[in-house]
């Protein structure tokens, strides 16, 4: 079952916060979160385990909450840097990563 | 360090043809992942190679299949293409046997059918 993103796409002002949410409605064992610039491969930013800590990457945090089956990203003092597509991908028991929509991110000047 | 490589960068085919696409994994990484890109469906897993052998499969019909040679390279093969077979495919690679490590993704092949 493909994870659901939200929001869907987000514009900020340099300097702003934003918050891309990834749930699922079948348990989780672990989250993945990539950003992929335009044009470009995705790039790795963090993976959450299940009984894990929360992670951090720069100024993006991201927090797994196992009950709830969801895992936020957290974007702090954005930069321009930060543009692009977020996924989010998940898997369960079956080990099969399943990749969401993606969130796509602008932050402008 | 070199990273993923993807061959080749394009392709253009008609319907009913078949499509090669070649990936090579960074060195030590053993494992190689295929996934479609196609516009408005995000990345969709394809399959999972590791050692040789394919680990994990995606919800895609049995003409999509691959296979992993000694040096890891990978190839992904698609029989009886269809117009919505047109899409990014890119490949990733990791170390090791599991999900859990971090995926470096190479640039993609853009396949377009015809």
């Known amino acids: 079952q493909q994870p659901v993103q939200s929001p869907q796409a987000v514009i900020l002002r340099e300097g702003e916060d934003a918050v891309i949410n990834c749930s699922s409605s079948k348990a989780l064992y672990s989250v993945h979160w990539y950003r992929q610039k335009h044009g470009e491969a995705p790039v790795f930013l963090m993976i959450?385990?299940?009984g894990g800590e929360q992670m951090r990457h720069e100024k993006i945090s991201a927090s797994f909450n196992e009950k709830k089956q969801q895992s936020s990203l957290y974007l702090t003092a954005s930069q321009l840097s930060y543009s692009g597509t977020y996924f989010c991908?998940?898997?369960?028991?079956?080990?099969?990563?399943?990749w969401g929509l993606g969130t796509s991110l602008a932050v402008n000047p | 360090e070199a990273g993923v490589t993807q061959s080749p960068t394009h392709l253009i085919k008609t319907r009913g043809q078949q499509a090669t696409l070649r990936c090579s994994p960074i060195?030590?990484?053993?494992?190689v992942y295929w996934y479609q890109q196609a516009l408005g469906l995000g990345l969709q897993f394809l399959l999972w190679?590791?050692?040789?052998?394919?680990?994990n499969r995606g919800n895609f019909p049995p003409r999509f299949s691959g296979r992993q040679f000694p040096n890891y390279s990978s190839e992904l093969n698609v029989n009886a293409l269809e117009l919505e077979d047109s899409a990014l495919y890119l490949c990733a690679s990791s170390k090791g046997l599991t999900l859990y490590n971090e995926q470096f993704f190479g640039p993609g092949t853009r396949l377009t059918v015809l």
């Open positions: 190679y590791d050692e040789g052998e394919e680990r």
């Open positions: 060195s030590g990484h053993t494992s």
């Open positions: 959450l385990l299940k």
């Open positions: 991908g998940t898997t369960g028991n079956n080990r099969k990563l399943i």
